[in-house]
């Protein structure tokens, strides 16, 4: 089983095919629980909660440090108590491993 916290991201500026869904839900399998891959199936979501507002930014920034890290950075909504974390290579517009790589990444902060 491919444990994606021991990867590193590979530079992705396009001219690779983004994963199919199939690959992808096969990835998400190896997640944590919580992730869900959105309708167009070109990206992978998840909702994080926090008992404060304080707890909400100190995730956040473990967030900015990994995607600075590996170089793959999501698109983050929050609000008090809530971070909504959604991954997607731009570059092919669709779901590569680096996202799978990330969000396990996230997941190992233990949120």
Request: net charge negative; glycine share 8%; hydrophobic share 40%.
């Amino acid at each position: 089983m491919t444990d994606f916290r021991d990867k590193r991201c590979k530079p992705c500026e396009g001219g690779v095919e983004p994963l199919e869904r199939p690959q992808a839900e096969d990835y998400l399998d190896k997640l944590a629980n919580g992730w869900t891959i959105d309708a167009a199936g070109k990206a992978i979501e998840k909702e994080f909660r926090f008992s404060d507002f304080h707890r909400t930014m100190a995730f956040v920034n473990a967030v900015a440090w990994i995607a600075h890290g590996e170089d793959h950075h999501p698109d983050l909504e929050l609000g008090y108590g809530r971070c909504f974390v959604r991954y997607t290579t731009h570059a092919i517009s669709g779901l590569s491993e680096n996202d799978f790589i990330c969000a396990a990444k996230i997941d190992a902060l233990g949120a």
